[in-house]
């Protein structure tokens, strides 16, 4: 497995997506939904449903989960609440708009225990309660290479909870600021920046300070990867919002693929795309509609960077046949469902 580009991804299929009114005031990337609610919701699953057919004929593992709920519009976006780490650690996170909290799903998590080697799973999301978030690998851009987790500040980014998390998860917090023509700050880190294994996306001019921008640039290409600079207007069609997967072809040989929106491929120059197409393939899929609620495919995806369970042969461990499972240990103690809460 790479330590980039998991070879896993966890999408939600939200049944009843819409653009949600509760994070409009600060997500300057979120639009108006002008169709009927039933036809926005119809017309978004067609795009998840395109997001999980696509990766998986590139032979990446997807695991699907439906949700019904009307009251969680933007559970399309689970990587704002979850994230993996090679070494089997798990972390749940604090989110900043009330009616996205209930995101969190145990099911997700407990097939992540079933699948995958899971030691910990550290639960941020006491925080909610003191107005501190972090929104995840939305909030964050991982360099899962160089261990240096790139942040920029916004109501969803809570400085203190990344020192938290860098701590437990040994990365090297780098904080900046970043802002749009208007003086907005940008609010997720997300939209701004993907880094790949041998590439990085990142609109470097949406830091102000010069200084700060130089350091994060040095940072980004320390381990010899190539820098595409994205502009503004970049940004706006959703190119920073992409992530880069492992696949495998038919004869199993690895696939490195970098996934994104149709929106953001065409807004690549030539230049740009080639300079992707020399380390990754370039899998990109239409989706307006979820792009309407100010994400786009990065935001979809939870990536699974733990080592898979091997399979084996069932245990009987009674007369009537019950499978035998082996325990979890979560923080050293075995348990079933128990998170390793954070406050």
């Given at each position: 497995?790479?330590?980039?580009?998991?070879?896993?991804?966890?999408?939600?299929?939200?049944?009843?997506?819409?653009?949600n009114?509760?994070?409009?005031?600060?997500?300057?990337?979120?639009?108006?939904?002008l169709?009927?609610?039933?036809?926005?919701?119809?017309?978004?699953?067609?795009?998840?449903?395109?997001v999980?057919?696509?990766?998986?004929?590139?032979?990446?593992?997807?695991?699907?989960?439906?949700?019904?709920?009307?009251?969680?519009?933007?559970?399309?976006?689970?990587?704002?609440?979850?994230?993996t780490?090679?070494?089997?650690?798990?972390?749940?996170?604090?989110?900043?708009?009330?009616?996205?909290?209930?995101?969190?799903?145990?099911d997700?998590?407990?097939?992540?225990?079933?699948?995958?080697?899971?030691?910990?799973?550290?639960?941020?999301?006491?925080?909610?309660?003191?107005?501190?978030?972090?929104?995840?690998?939305?909030?964050?851009?991982?360099?899962?290479?160089?261990?240096?987790?790139?942040?920029?500040?916004?109501?969803?980014?809570?400085?203190?909870?990344?020192?938290?998390?860098c701590?437990?998860?040994?990365?090297?917090?780098?904080?900046?600021?970043?802002?749009?023509?208007?003086?907005?700050?940008?609010?997720?880190?997300?939209?701004?920046?993907?880094?790949?294994?041998?590439?990085?996306?990142?609109?470097?001019?949406?830091?102000?300070?010069?200084?700060?921008?130089?350091?994060?640039?040095?940072?980004?290409?320390?381990?010899?990867?190539?820098?595409?600079?994205?502009?503004?207007?970049?940004?706006?069609?959703?190119?920073?919002?992409?992530?880069?997967?492992?696949?495998?072809?038919?004869?199993?040989?690895?696939?490195?693929?970098?996934?994104?929106?149709?929106?953001?491929?065409?807004?690549?120059?030539?230049?740009?795309?080639?300079?992707?197409?020399?380390?990754?393939?370039?899998?990109?899929?239409?989706i307006?509609t979820?792009?309407?609620?100010?994400?786009?495919?990065?935001?979809?995806?939870?990536?699974?960077?733990?080592?898979?369970?091997?399979?084996?042969?069932?245990?009987?461990?009674?007369?009537?046949?019950?499978?035998?499972?082996?325990?979890?240990?979560?923080?050293?103690?075995?348990a079933?469902?128990?998170?390793?809460?954070?406050?």
């Amino acid at each position: 497995m790479s330590a980039v580009a998991p070879s896993a991804v966890i999408l939600i299929r939200a049944l009843r997506f819409q653009p949600n009114p509760a994070t409009a005031a600060d997500n300057a990337f979120q639009s108006e939904a002008l169709a009927p609610p039933a036809t926005i919701a119809a017309r978004a699953l067609a795009e998840m449903d395109a997001v999980a057919a696509a990766l998986r004929a590139t032979g990446v593992t997807v695991h699907v989960f439906e949700d019904e709920d009307h009251t969680r519009p933007d559970s399309v976006f689970p990587n704002n609440w979850l994230s993996t780490h090679a070494g089997g650690a798990v972390a749940v996170y604090p989110m900043y708009a009330s009616n996205r909290r209930h995101e969190r799903r145990w099911d997700v998590l407990e097939m992540l225990k079933s699948k995958y080697r899971v030691q910990t799973i550290i639960d941020y999301s006491g925080l909610e309660p003191d107005g501190i978030f972090l929104e995840g690998t939305g909030a964050m851009v991982l360099d899962h290479v160089s261990r240096v987790a790139y942040m920029a500040r916004s109501h969803r980014a809570d400085t203190h909870v990344l020192e938290r998390f860098c701590t437990d998860f040994g990365y090297e917090p780098m904080v900046f600021d970043a802002i749009d023509a208007d003086g907005v700050p940008v609010y997720h880190t997300n939209v701004i920046a993907c880094i790949g294994t041998e590439v990085a996306l990142f609109a470097l001019e949406m830091i102000p300070d010069a200084r700060r921008r130089q350091e994060v640039r040095e940072r980004l290409s320390a381990c010899g990867r190539t820098i595409i600079e994205l502009t503004e207007a970049q940004v706006r069609e959703f190119a920073g919002n992409a992530v880069e997967l492992s696949g495998r072809w038919p004869d199993g040989r690895r696939r490195t693929i970098m996934a994104m929106s149709a929106r953001a491929r065409k807004s690549l120059t030539p230049a740009q795309a080639a300079v992707i197409e020399e380390s990754c393939e370039i899998v990109a899929v239409d989706i307006p509609t979820i792009e309407l609620a100010g994400g786009s495919v990065r935001c979809m995806i939870a990536g699974v960077h733990l080592d898979p369970r091997p399979a084996r042969e069932p245990e009987l461990t009674d007369a009537v046949g019950a499978i035998a499972e082996e325990p979890v240990s979560i923080d050293g103690v075995e348990a079933a469902s128990e998170l390793a809460l954070v406050d």
